[in-house]
């Protein structure tokens, strides 16, 4: 079409002399069109057709977000305690008339004991901004994972001489050598140019710090071993002040462990059974994922899966180490806030750990009544068990641990829309509950990287395929650490737990490589279940998929909900599935600034097509609705004069305006969909167009559309073919049907051969016996 109308004869040029112009010129330009439209059509058609039927639309997923019907669902309902609850006006009746009452005045709520609730929030500090913040694991609390330098002189340890986690390291070292080595540690682990590097270069705003509750009230082997542990945290505190961070503080271990985890500081429940592995090598063996227990809450019983009598000592143990870290911490200004415990597990009793919430929050708010106060969902992130506890306290969050590390293997897409899925569960939680922050979440989608699960151990079942191994790494905090470096003599050593992990060789397990899928379908590809481990250089798309994935991760946990904490920081092994800055470094997640790119933001659509709405809560205040208006007007510098007179319908109706508009422009920024707990985040009418992946072009660096039989260079060809083929057809028929173009072409491209049969002849491609001769020089001069 295109080429044919570059060659039409307009005498007074482009757009001028339309009278000019006859019927069989514009029809050879119509039809011209028409072949050119076609031929594209065609191709489109075939290319369309060599996409597999699975990328369409997923319309069971947008059923899943939507209901059957396509109807928004609501989740506007908070699920209530069953506890007697009264309206603002009793309460202060209660109050004022001396009648018996369970309320609790603080400087801006009032606390009701009965029910875990709080009435007339002044929300002095609201929640408006998110944090992007990372874990500072492996440092206050050792996990053999994270730091793996510190545990290699436990290798071919006997029974009871072995260092499992930080208790058992302080039990078998004793007091001075274990605090020689954890100064060492602490001095090395984190540095000020870590924080400013983070901070400065990586997009981080705050970070989360797990500690033990040991450094507050110190008890058993961690007596003496851990000496000076705080001095360290003060001066982290110090230098994330310096560089504009902030610090959440995170008790991640309990007496008695509260999950069973090494990271609790003890593995719960384990068990030496070196006696029934006398032969054929005499191994020494120990037992722990099939029997973990937690004692922080009590005896834990295992028939039943209950707690029978509460340990109250080890729960006002920990209200007590709450104290001491609200009376030392509490007027630093890095402080952001606390989190009381650290993964509870999942057998906890609820009503148990919610009464634990329940005080540790009123310390917090006694000494401390600006921190934020996050709570973990001890692996229940459910709305019917959150939804309504803390109902109406300020700054409250919820934190939930989301990692694909444990999930079965599977194509990178399964991961990619399992990342994505999470949303509509944070959006649910955010009306429900409150504030939603994920706490840990990491890169990896496999349990390879070394001793993950323990040391020398492994949960039952993993890893699920086989794992790349690479030189062990040096000690970062110098080679006059026993056990160190790894010998390269050695094979496999023990103590051995019910899994394997460990280094062999001098080598250490890691995550596996991602290949690129041969067959070019990276859903129903399966080369990421039979290839090798490592990768060849030309087939390896680690940066390719982990890029891709934590677009999506960043884009899910900073689109709807009020932050995240990457887990962590560093790792010595890992190669940027657990490590930020590594990741960072190796381009899988972006430096500073770029957190805004539209790359990021709309990696996951729903949200951005209209999918997610920010809309006044119905139990909004109209004080705190007009408090919400006069923060988005401060923010983009608006009047602010006409809000003080706003009321009723009329405020409301400006709010649900002002507050969606606000979050869509800034959360890019970080700015959450709170405005002082008077908004929250609803799912409105998805159609087919808002599938996270129906928009190919979010793929087009990672996957490769045409399965089996359609290549790339295939499809490139055909479209080529189609746009010249295209071209050429226009062109024969504008030769047939328009003699001034026919002649145009004839005298300046054929002048030798103007009047041939190709061009005159009656069954001519070219032209036809209608088309005028063309007078050669000879005939010319005569006339």
Not at 375 to 400: M, Q, Y
Request: some cysteine; aromatic content about 12%; charged content about 20%.
């Amino acid at each position: 079409f295109f080429f044919s109308m570059s060659l039409f004869p307009f005498p007074n040029g482009w757009g001028q002399g339309k009278q000019q112009r006859s019927g069989k010129q514009w029809a050879s330009c119509i039809a011209s069109a028409y072949v050119a439209a076609s031929a594209a059509f065609s191709v489109s058609a075939l290319y369309q057709s060599s996409i597999p039927a699975k990328f369409a639309p997923n319309r069971m997923l947008i059923d899943h977000f939507t209901g059957e019907s396509g109807e928004a669902k609501s989740t506007g309902e908070n699920r209530r305690l069953k506890s007697k609850e009264y309206s603002y006006e009793e309460v202060k009746r209660k109050m004022i008339s001396g009648e018996p009452h369970d309320f609790e005045v603080f400087e801006h709520f009032i606390a009701d004991h009965s029910a875990y609730r709080c009435y007339q929030d002044s929300h002095f500090t609201p929640f408006n901004t998110q944090v992007r913040g990372v874990n500072i694991g492996g440092w206050m609390v050792l996990e053999p994972w994270i730091t793996p330098s510190m545990f290699y002189q436990f290798l071919g340890a006997a029974e009871h001489e072995a260092g499992l986690d930080m208790y058992t390291f302080c039990e078998v070292l004793g007091p001075e050598e274990g605090n020689k080595q954890l100064r060492r540690h602490w001095e090395s682990w984190v540095t000020e140019e870590d924080i400013r590097v983070l901070a400065q270069e990586m997009s981080v705003d705050s970070v989360r710090l797990p500690v033990g509750d040991w450094q507050y009230k110190p008890y058993g082997p961690y007596i003496g071993c851990t000496d000076g542990a705080n001095d360290y945290v003060k001066q982290l505190m110090d230098w994330a002040e310096k560089y504009d961070v902030t610090v959440l503080i995170d008790i991640h271990a309990m007496k008695g462990s509260q999950n069973g985890f090494d990271n609790s500081g003890q593995a719960q429940g384990l068990e030496w059974t070196s006696v029934v592995n006398t032969w054929p090598m005499g191994l020494t063996t120990f037992l722990h994922w099939p029997i973990r227990s937690a004692g922080w809450l009590g005896v834990f019983d295992k028939i039943n899966l209950t707690v029978p009598e509460i340990n109250h000592d080890n729960i006002q143990h920990s209200l007590d180490v709450i104290q001491e870290i609200v009376n030392l911490y509490s007027s630093h200004p890095a402080v952001l806030g606390l989190q009381p415990i650290n993964e509870p597990w999942e057998f906890s009793p609820i009503d148990t750990l919610k009464k634990f919430y329940w005080d540790a929050y009123l310390v917090v708010k006694r000494g401390a009544p600006n921190w934020k106060y996050i709570i973990h969902d001890s692996f229940r992130f459910d709305v019917k068990i959150w939804g309504g506890f803390l109902n109406g306290c300020p700054e409250r969050a919820i934190d939930t641990h989301i990692y694909q590390a444990w999930e079965r293997p599977s194509s990178r897409i399964w991961f990619y829309e399992n990342a994505c899925s999470q949303k509509q569960a944070i959006a649910e939680m955010e009306a429900a509950f409150g504030p939603v922050i994920v706490g840990e979440w990491s890169l990896a989608t496999d349990n390879c990287v070394m001793w993950l699960n323990g040391f020398n151990d492994n949960e039952v079942g993993f890893p699920m395929l086989p794992c790349k191994f690479v030189p062990c790494a040096e000690p970062y905090m110098g080679k006059e650490q026993p056990g160190t470096p790894v010998d390269p003599g050695k094979p496999l050593q023990g103590p051995y737990g019910s899994g394997i992990s460990g280094p062999s060789f001098g080598y250490c397990p890691v995550d596996r490589d991602w290949m690129v899928e041969r067959s070019g379908d990276n859903r129903g590809g399966t080369d990421w279940a039979h290839a090798p481990p490592k990768a060849n250089p030309n087939q390896d798309a680690t940066d390719e998929v982990m890029t891709n994935l934590a677009r999506r991760k960043l884009d899910a946990f900073s689109g709807i909900g009020h932050g995240y904490y990457f887990w962590n920081f560093k790792a010595e092994l890992s190669e940027g599935q657990w490590d930020y800055m590594k990741a960072v470094k190796r381009g899988w997640i972006p430096g500073k600034g770029s957190l805004l790119a539209e790359r990021i933001s709309h990696a996951c659509h729903r949200e951005e097509n209209g999918g997610y709405s920010c809309v006044v809560r119905e139990d909004a205040t109209e004080d705190g609705l007009r408090d919400g208006l006069k923060y988005c007007a401060w923010v983009e510098n608006k009047d602010q004069s006409h809000i003080d007179s706003l009321e009723g319908d009329e405020l409301r109706a400006e709010a649900n305006i002002e507050f969606s508009k606000f979050w869509k422009e800034h959360k890019v920024e970080g700015a959450t969909c709170d405005f002082g707990a008077t908004a929250m985040l609803v799912l409105t009418n998805v159609t087919d167009g808002d599938d996270e992946f129906m928009d190919m072009d979010e793929w087009a660096d990672d996957m490769v559309f045409a399965p089996a039989g359609y290549s790339n260079s295939s499809i490139i060809a055909t479209l080529l073919i189609g746009i010249v083929g295209g071209g050429f057809i226009g062109f024969l028929i504008a030769m047939k049907t328009n003699p001034k173009f026919n002649v145009k072409v004839r005298k300046s491209l054929f002048p030798d051969h103007a009047n041939d049969k190709i061009f005159t002849g009656r069954h001519s491609l070219f032209g036809g016996e209608n088309m005028p001769l063309i007078p050669n020089e000879g005939e010319k001069q005569m006339l």
